[in-house]
C-alpha cells in the first residue's frame, strides 16, 4: 500500500527558489516523528475510541511546533496548524488541546517524564554515532572533552494580566518565576520548576527539586563527569553540602562552579576547611575570568 503520511513527499533543496518561511518546523515535526516521541506520548497519554478521537501524543507535538511558530495560546496554536495544513494535515481545535492538557495530572506527567528520559537516551546515542561525536562545551578556549555541563538558574517571565500564580517579581516586575536546568551541551531544557514570581531565587528546596528531575533526564555513562553551574542567587552552603552528598563514594575530586567575585572565608581555619569536606576556595581577583577560578575538594 502507497505511504499517505504527512511527510512521504518531503524534500529538502539548499538553493534561493521557492523559499519557505518557518521551514525549520518541518524538521522539527519530523524528528519527533522519527525518534518515536509522538508514538511514546501517545501511549503515556489517555488513550480513547470513537471516530473523532484524536492522538495525544500528536496534538502534544503539533503544539510544541505551534509554539516554535510563535503560538502564545492554545487559540493562535489552532490558527497555525490551519496555516500549516500540510504539516497539520488534521488540525487539532483548541478544546481538544485544552483536554490534551487538562489529562496530564500526576501519574501522567510522571509517564511523560520517562518517555523524554528514553527518547532523549536514543537521540545521544544518535549524537555520539554522528562523524562530529557528542557535542563538547568551550571554555577559556578549552573544551571540556567528556564532561556534560548542567546549568541551574531562575528567569522571570512577566505577564500583564492576572494568571495563576502571576506576582511581583524582586526586579519590580509582575509575573512568574520559573527555575529550570538546561544541558549546555545540547541546550536543551532538562527540566522545568514552575513558580510564582515572588519565589525566592535562593530557595535550597526548589533547586534540590529541579536538580533531582534533570539528572532522571540525562541518560550519563557509567562514571561520567558531571559539571553543574549555578549562578551567585542559589550559591549557598546548604546547595554546595547536597551536591557534595550526590558524589559518589570512587570519585576523589568535586568541581563546583564558583561566583566570579568569591573570597575566601578569613575566619575559617585549614582544620575547619577540612571538616567540610576538604573544601578551599581560591581568590579571583577582580580582573577577567580566569581558567583556575573553580572550587576544588
Not at 142 to 166: F, H, N, P, Q
Not at 285 to 294: A, I, N, V
Request: hydrophobic share 45%; charged share 20%; glycine share 8%.
Amino acid at each position: 500500500m502507497k505511504s499517505t503520511r504527512w511527510d512521504h513527499r518531503l524534500g529538502v533543496q539548499a538553493d534561493d527558489r521557492n523559499l519557505v518561511g518557518h521551514a525549520g518546523v518541518v524538521l522539527l515535526r519530523r524528528i519527533a516523528d522519527k525518534t518515536g516521541l509522538t508514538t511514546a506520548l501517545a501511549r503515556a497519554l489517555p488513550q480513547g475510541t470513537g471516530p473523532g478521537w484524536r492522538d495525544r501524543g500528536e496534538a502534544l507535538v503539533m503544539l510544541a511546533c505551534a509554539i516554535m511558530l510563535g503560538a502564545t495560546n492554545v487559540l493562535e496554536a489552532e490558527q497555525l496548524q490551519h496555516h500549516w495544513r500540510r504539516l497539520f494535515p488534521r488540525p487539532n481545535s483548541d478544546s481538544t488541546l485544552r483536554r490534551a492538557l487538562e489529562a496530564i495530572d500526576g501519574p501522567v506527567a510522571a509517564r511523560v517524564e520517562r518517555v523524554r528520559a528514553a527518547i532523549r537516551r536514543v537521540v545521544w546515542t544518535m549524537l555520539a554515532l554522528r562523524p562530529g561525536g557528542f557535542p563538547w562545551i568551550s571554555v577559556c578556549g578549552r573544551e571540556l572533552a567528556g564532561w556534560y555541563v548542567l546549568d541551574l538558574d531562575a528567569t522571570i517571565v512577566t505577564c500583564s494580566s492576572r494568571k495563576e500564580g502571576a506576582a511581583g517579581t524582586f526586579k519590580g516586575s509582575y509575573g512568574h518565576h520559573p527555575l529550570g536546568a538546561w544541558v549546555a551541551n545540547t541546550r536543551e531544557c532538562a527540566a522545568m520548576l514552575l513558580r510564582c514570581g515572588n519565589a525566592a531565587a535562593n530557595d535550597v528546596a526548589d533547586h534540590k527539586s529541579v536538580l533531582a528531575a534533570a539528572l532522571r533526564q540525562l541518560p550519563l555513562p557509567i562514571w561520567s563527569k558531571l559539571l553543574i553551574r549555578i549562578d551567585g542567587a542559589a550559591f549557598s552552603h546548604a546547595l554546595l553540602e547536597h551536591l557534595q552528598a550526590l558524589t559518589t563514594a570512587a570519585a576523589d575530586r568535586c568541581t563546583y562552579g564558583a561566583p566570579l567575585h568569591l573570597r575566601p572565608d578569613p575566619t575559617m581555619t585549614p582544620q575547619m576547611a577540612r571538616r567540610r569536606g576538604k573544601m578551599t576556595l581560591m581568590p579571583l581577583g577582580d580582573g577577567p575570568f580566569r581558567s583556575d577560578s573553580l572550587c576544588r575538594a
